[in-house]
């Protein structure tokens, strides 16, 4: 029995170490999401559709082909009276067509209008990858949110831990203290409610976790209860300038190069309106064949007519007046181009604003957590101290229980500016559009 227990114990310890050694490094999750986000998987397939949309077998260019075919039964009967008075009756004279065609048309000039929505498709499928990327930009964005958050709690839980351990072994050692007269009811009993309380904060980060835990696998688009270990190690890049993030800012930023792109949209929808003035020149063509056989009414009736042959036009049309509707759509498309520049004028200040305000928030956030991270050494040493002079009898639970209070509310607070620091510097790699060109997650 004793053999069964130690190698049941032996599995598993080899099983914890295993799963332990399972931890969802940042490039995995990062490449998970690429391919199994929901949110990702719907903008390739729009992405997919608006290449469709950009291919010349949508642009106009080329001709269309029809082909008909037809067959007609008739049977009547015919009576043919002459001028003489001979009446000439045939009864159930039938009769029989058949026509086959093949006609092409191409439209060869159209005030251009073919040529610059051609354009316009290819712009709009530059634009679709824009919106592409800002959805993945996005999506990256709530990953790591969520992959630092399971960070976060699961330091925090190893926090709580260590502090209900602490709170256990006071309890053991009040309950000595007091069989042999050394502490009073009055120890034990505060050292129960502290560790009823730590084990009621150990339990609710738990579920705070589990919680994080289920959000992240829904951004890696598998099942929710896949266990997961996330990396709680932040590196934080020491070579961030304002100077570079703004220049990057400008020419990189998703919201302004779609803003540019609306713009050029926009002058394209002038041409195209101005096409309107234009003559419209088409060709057309066919080749049919047609047959018809049927019988004679007269004797000057033929039985049978085949024609064979190959018919071509040239169309011209112009629209000389149209009531002003060209003259209107075209004033309104360069009204909406100036829209599109003062739009993209707006959010060229607010992107300079947003990324000194989160420059300054980043600071801001690097500093307090040098600030917290010095804290946590200071309450570390004071509850070290606190520890000993409780052992020795020289200060009160309570004030051992504040100072054990203190350094977990210290590490608590650390662990939160660790990964919000880390956070603020993702949004100014979002802000700079180099977010999905980083390696330093």
């Not at 903008?43 to 106009?60: C, D, H, M, R």
């Not at 009446?87 to 073919?114: H, M, P, Q």
């Not at 929710?224 to 703004?246: E, G, Q, R």
């Not at 993209?344 to 420059?359: H, T």
């Amino acid at each position: 029995m004793r053999k069964q227990i130690i190698s049941t114990l032996g599995v598993l310890l080899v099983s914890t170490s295993f799963y332990a050694q399972e931890v969802l490094s940042k490039e995995k999750a990062f490449e998970l999401t690429m391919a199994n986000n929901y949110d990702i998987k719907v903008t390739k397939n729009n992405l997919a559709t608006a290449e469709n949309n950009k291919s010349i077998y949508n642009s106009g260019y080329l001709p269309t082909v029809t082909g008909n075919a037809g067959a007609r039964y008739t049977n009547n009967d015919t009576d043919l009276e002459f001028q003489d008075g001979t009446v000439n009756s045939v009864a159930g004279a039938e009769s029989e067509n058949y026509n086959a065609s093949i006609g092409l048309d191409y439209v060869i000039f159209n005030g251009f209008s073919r040529q610059n929505t051609f354009k316009r498709l290819k712009e709009s499928y530059n634009l679709s990858e824009l919106q592409a990327r800002q959805v993945m930009e996005n999506t990256i964005i709530t990953l790591f949110i969520a992959y630092y958050e399971v960070g976060r709690l699961t330091e925090n839980e190893n926090t709580q831990k260590a502090a209900l351990t602490i709170s256990k072994k006071r309890l053991e050692r009040a309950k000595y203290g007091f069989d042999y007269g050394q502490r009073t009811k009055l120890d034990v009993l505060n050292a129960e409610v502290d560790v009823n309380n730590d084990s009621i904060s150990y339990i609710d980060i738990q579920r705070q976790l589990n919680n994080a835990k289920r959000d992240l696998n829904v951004v890696l688009g598998r099942d929710v209860n896949t266990p997961v270990t996330v990396d709680t190690k932040v590196l934080y890049d020491a070579n961030m300038n304002l100077t570079d993030i703004l220049t990057e800012a400008k020419t990189k930023n998703a919201n302004l190069l779609q803003s540019k792109k609306n713009i050029e949209l926009s002058k394209l929808d002038v041409k195209i309106n101005k096409s309107g003035w234009m003559p419209n020149v088409s060709l057309t063509s066919s080749y049919a064949w047609n047959r018809n056989t049927g019988d004679a009414t007269n004797a000057f009736s033929p039985i049978s007519n085949t024609q064979t042959g190959l018919s071509a036009g040239v169309n011209l049309s112009w629209n000389l007046f149209d009531g002003g509707r060209t003259r209107t759509n075209v004033k309104n498309a360069k009204i909406a181009v100036e829209n599109q520049e003062i739009r993209k004028s707006q959010l060229q200040d607010q992107l300079e604003r947003d990324v000194n305000n989160a420059w300054e928030t980043y600071q801001n956030r690097l500093f307090a957590l040098k600030a917290q991270e010095q804290n946590v050494l200071t309450n570390k040493l004071n509850f070290e101290r606190s520890n000993e002079r409780y052992k020795l009898g020289q200060i009160s639970s309570i004030d051992f229980r504040q100072a054990q209070i203190n350094l977990i509310n210290a590490e608590l607070s650390r662990n939160n500016a660790k990964f919000v620091a880390k956070n603020a510097e993702l949004q100014l790699l979002q802000l700079a559009g180099v977010i999905l060109e980083h390696n330093n997650f």
